[in-house]
């Protein structure tokens, strides 16, 4: 697992607040955000709530990232684009196949599974320790200007230029290696 935080290569931006009443900062994914193939996984996505957003603040998007995937690129769980300056939380479960608790205009794209909503955490079995980056990015346009089915890279592209300021949330999950 790399211990670098894969957002410190990226331009500077502003910090505010990102927290949940799903899991915590530095804590282990609680089983229903888990994948649906992991014991007790259901993909049900994290309930977030942020403040302190820069001056400016147009539109936000949300990422889950896993850049310890061993992919070579990390692995993208969800992403949410166009989601209104006045809006400043998502229920526990809005990424869900209809995206049912986003607010309106806001959308999700294809995450790395090529689904359109969130999908837990499944480190491989073995592999160790994997830390998933929720992060809450504060924009300067009302819409990032990007398709529905654009991937989350093309996103973070995309915003590259537009964030004013990043709230981060890192949680961890770990499959234990089956037994000899």
């Known amino acids: 697992m790399s211990e670098n935080n894969p957002f410190a290569r990226l331009p500077e931006a502003a910090s505010f607040s990102v927290t949940s009443t ?6 282990a994914w609680p089983a229903e955000q888990l994948a649906s193939g992991v014991p007790g996984g259901r993909d049900v996505s994290p309930q977030l709530s942020w403040s302190g957003a820069p001056e400016g603040t147009r539109s936000y998007a949300v990422t889950i990232y896993d850049p310890d995937a061993p992919t070579g690129s990390g692995f993208w ?4 684009a166009d989601i209104p300056a006045t809006v400043t939380e998502l229920p526990e479960g809005a990424g869900d196949d209809t ?3 986003l607010p309106e205009g806001a959308f999700q794209l294809p995450n790395d599974a ?3 909503r969130y999908i837990g955490a499944a480190p491989p ?5 994997h830390r998933y ?8 346009v009302a819409s ?9 890279a093309l996103l973070g592209f995309t915003m590259a230029g537009h964030i004013l300021g990043r709230a981060v949330l890192t949680a961890t999950a ?3 290696a089956a037994a000899a």
């Open 22 to 27: 799903t899991v915590g900062d530095g804590d």
């Open 114 to 116: 090529r689904v359109a």
């Open 174 to 176: 770990e499959t234990a």
């Open 125 to 129: 079995a073995g592999h160790g320790p």
């Open 77 to 80: 769980h969800w992403a949410v």
């Open 144 to 152: 990032i200007g990007v398709p529905a089915d654009a991937t989350p």
């Open 133 to 140: 980056f929720i992060v809450v990015h504060a924009l300067d």
């Open 99 to 101: 995206g049912s608790g």
